[in-house]
């Protein structure tokens, strides 16, 4: 594939890396002056961090604004298969003309200066968000919250923490104290926050800090509830209770993130015909999606494709869970992870329902962990385990043996952008 314009670009802003990341607001906030401080110009702004559901959060709260009518601007990370799906301009995905022409910009502002890949593209994302004419502006974190390039508005409409869990240890800590720390830094003064379900030592933290900034906290538990009845989310909160269509993405997981979108919406003003839209409009990719067309599902034959980019312990405990909920059939993984994940605390939960797994190493990726590393941790925590040279490999193999079983392919959200991109 020849590169784009956008491309050149991106690649030109990695040389501008520093050797070591520290986490700072400094080169944000100095190129953020340099562009005329986009982030005191941008529609209300929801602010979403967390361990897990972020994503899902925001794509089911976008789907219930532009279910209202609304425009909506979306900053995610990272992308599966292209840049321009981490930002959204009033509903439509970046064109490769405007991406272009405001990295350019960004990168021409920043000048030689180091600033990491991840800030100098947010402040392109927030140049290009003031631009476009829109009602409401969605920011995920990318890291943490407190330092993350994100938290450079002062009052946000509202801000969002999904559920907490162990992850990038040697930047936000090991505890569940001192990650809820980095992600309650998201939280402004008088600026209210939904809260989902947390460890209690992460809600210490964060009623902790919210209770010093005067911020009027929305609680699972406490001031919203959502459940399960008869195949219907219900939902109740002060206002009263809604009953609505389960949410278009699948496991009981997604049941906390469309609590949190619900009683975000609910706190915004919107409806109930909002609250619908949310649940049924909602997509999200790599979130326990079924692959249904294309070269790889081709392969796969009479065997079910799914993907998903899950890759912390609390991860790999949700996904079994909903492979526990499925019709039961053989299920085989195909898994690849990062050497910064902790791959014991993954699989081990996923060796109960998953009857192997084949490791492959993540295309074009230098800190994929190698396919036997991978492939012996599965071993270790009692999986039937082999390796394989590629996707299309591992599922070939499987295919020998269990054609008509349940495959799927997990362990990181590069890895769900490599098939993405290889199914078309």
Known sequence: MSKTGSDVILERM??????????TLDRVWRLLHAVGDPQDKLPPVVHLAGTNGKGSTQAMLRAGLEGAGKKVHAYTSPHLARFHERIRLAGELISEAALTEVLDRAYAANGDETITYFEITTVAA??????????????????????????????????????????????????????????????????????????????????????????????????????????RFIFQDETGLLDLPMPALIGPHQLENAGAAI????????????????????????????????????????????????????????????????????????????????????????????????????PGEANTLPADVTARAAKDVGMEATEASSVADAIALIQKTDPECRILICGSLYLAGSVLKANG
Request: overall charge negative; glycine content about 8%.
């Open 14 to 23: 990695m040389s501008l890396h520093p050797k070591i990341i520290d986490l």
């Open 126 to 231: 927030l140049m290009a968000f003031v631009e476009t004419p829109a009602d409401y502006t969605l920011l995920e974190t990318g890291l943490g919250g407190r330092l993350d390039a994100t938290n450079v508005v002062d009052k946000p409409a509202l801000t969002i923490i999904t559920p907490i869990s162990i992850d990038h240890t040697q930047y936000l800590g090991d505890t569940f104290a001192a990650i809820a720390g980095e992600k309650a830094g998201i939280l402004k003064r008088g600026v209210p926050c939904v809260v989902g379900p947390q460890p209690d030592e992460a809600l210490d933290v964060i009623e902790a800090r919210a209770a010093k900034l005067g911020c009027p906290l929305l609680v699972h538990g406490q001031h919203w509830h959502m459940w399960e009845e008869r195949g």
């Open 263 to 362: 009683a975000a919406l609910r706190h915004l003003g919107f409806d109930e015909a909002a609250c619908e839209a949310a649940m049924r409009d909602v997509t999200w990719p790599a979130r326990m999606q079924r692959l249904r067309h294309g070269p790889l599902v081709d392969a796969a034959e009479r065997a079910e494709l799914w993907l998903d980019g899950g890759h912390n312990p609390a991860a790999g405990e949700t996904l079994a869970k909903v492979l526990a909920d499925m019709p039961p059939r053989a299920t085989h993984l195909i898994c690849g992870m990062l050497n910064t994940k902790d791959i014991a605390g993954y699989l081990r939960p996923l060796a109960k329902v998953a009857d192997s797994l084949t490791a492959v190493s993540i």
